[in-house]
């Protein structure tokens, strides 16, 4: 399969204008190549009287380097643990009847809450909304439709990500279904139109990563459990690079004053994929959902 990248050409293209600089990904080293934080090893049989190994960064992949114009270092692909995407509320495990031929495959597994305080604190007609969408599920849930996920929904789905940070703006690719969004760290403006993804305006405070994100339609969920918001969605997320460099400490607090009685946070870790040959890979999944989306549309045989 080919590198996900094939599914962002639009962006990767605004992310070279802003001259974006590509970092290795963690273990991502070749032939000849140091381990990350120590000189490359001897070769076989190189003993005392052998001619000195060759110093680190002299015909040899540099090292990961921990910051980025000062600040750290969050190139590279990484992935939420856990069961939020299924409910971001604590939830028991449970069958999905409709698809008993898949048994245990097919069940809803535990999960702890990422939500602070436990619950979702929603105003009493947006609670019955989500009764609704969970009544309706899986057809009405947006990710069974190959929609672009949303912010922060597309963080703690089921596939990796990828940031790509240079020197200036910050570019994050997902797996799934070709979502991509620019992080605007220099310019920030109003948002031409409202859209799946939203419109991302980043800054530093310190070492942590803010991106506030705005201008998000109505259409987008937070997970499978009907979770929903309005078009006055706004969400502001805190990337923090944990020591080590191999996770990143996430949160997102969510405003909505259509929706919710107040603002509410979530927090996970996300882990970077650590595999020598980590990248994403294609999930182009239009073509798994055209017969949900159109099979009633189709010229009935008789």
């Known amino acids: 399969m080919r590198n996900r990248f094939t599914g962002a050409m639009v962006a990767m293209a605004v992310a070279a204008a802003v001259s974006l600089t590509v970092m290795p990904l963690a273990g991502q080293a070749g032939r000849g190549a140091a381990p990350a934080g120590g000189a490359a090893p001897a070769p076989a049989g190189q003993g005392r009287g052998a001619a000195p190994a060759q110093p ?19 190139n590279g692909v990484w992935q939420a643990l856990g069961n939020a995407y299924w409910n971001l509320e604590d939830h028991s495990a449970s069958g999905l009847t409709q698809f008993w031929q898949l048994g245990a495959i097919a069940a809803i597994p535990a999960g702890q809450s990422v939500v602070e305080g436990g619950t979702i604190p929603y105003l009493p007609a947006a609670l019955k909304k989500r009764q609704e969408n969970m009544a309706g599920w899986p057809k009405s849930d947006p990710e069974a439709k190959c929609y672009m996920p949303g912010i922060p929904r597309a963080t703690y789905m089921p596939y990796p990500f990828q940031i790509v940070q240079g020197q200036k703006d910050i570019l994050f690719v997902y797996e799934y279904a070709s979502s991509n969004r620019i992080v605007h760290m220099l310019t920030h403006q109003e948002a031409p139109v409202d859209s799946w993804m939203g419109w991302s305006d980043g800054k530093w405070e310190g070492d942590t990563l803010v991106i506030e994100v705005t201008a998000n339609n109505d259409q987008t969920w937070f997970d499978r459990s009907g979770n929903h918001h309005s078009d006055q ?28 009685s107040k603002p509410w946070t979530i927090r996970m870790p996300l882990y970077r994929r650590m595999e020598a040959n980590a990248q994403l890979l294609e999930f182009k999944c239009v073509e798994f959902s055209e017969e949900l989306l159109y099979g009633d549309l189709k010229k009935k045989t008789e």
């Open 233 to 260: 969605l706004k969400v502001t997320e805190r990337y923090a690079l944990a020591p080590g460099g191999n996770h990143i400490n996430y949160s997102a607090t969510i405003e909505d004053a259509k929706t919710f």
């Open 56 to 74: 680190a960064g002299r015909g040899a992949a540099a090292a990961r380097p921990a910051t980025i114009a000062g600040k750290p270092n969050f």
